[in-house]
């Protein structure tokens, strides 16, 4: 089975910096794929960073900018620098990574999730 184990998140002042990591464990042959999504109190959950095996990165436009995602294959790792945070920034923030575990297994799998508090 594959885990993936969230660190970093916390209270910040707005306008400062927090940096994520997740890392992945298990079985596990290769990462296609990893994601930060987040949901705030009353929201729905949603795509922060995408970032695939090619360095391929996508963010949402919201933290473009100001948030960038990198990959570590070897580690098996993914993190989430962000600066210049805002108070609309906080949210629970989840790992998220497409795996292949076999040669026909390929699955995604979730965090548990990390809170990000911003103050005003």
């Known amino acids: 089975q594959v885990q993936l184990m969230e660190s970093g998140g916390g209270l910040v002042q707005a306008g400062g910096s927090l940096r994520l990591s997740c890392a992945a464990s298990?079985?596990?042959?290769?990462?296609?794929?990893m994601a930060w999504h987040r949901q705030a109190p009353g929201k729905e959950r949603e795509l922060v960073a995408h970032i695939t095996s090619h360095r391929n990165t996508d963010y949402a436009d919201s933290v473009k900018g100001r948030f960038t995602i990198s990959m570590d294959n070897a580690k098996n790792t993914v993190s989430l620098q962000m600066n210049s945070l805002k108070p609309e920034d906080t949210a629970v923030y989840y790992c998220?990574?497409?795996?292949?575990?076999?040669?026909?297994?390929?699955?995604?799998?979730w965090g548990q999730g990390t809170q990000v508090t911003v103050s005003s």
């Open positions: 998220n990574a497409r795996i292949r575990s076999s040669y026909y297994a390929v699955n995604d799998f």
């Open positions: 298990g079985v596990i042959f290769s990462i296609n794929e």
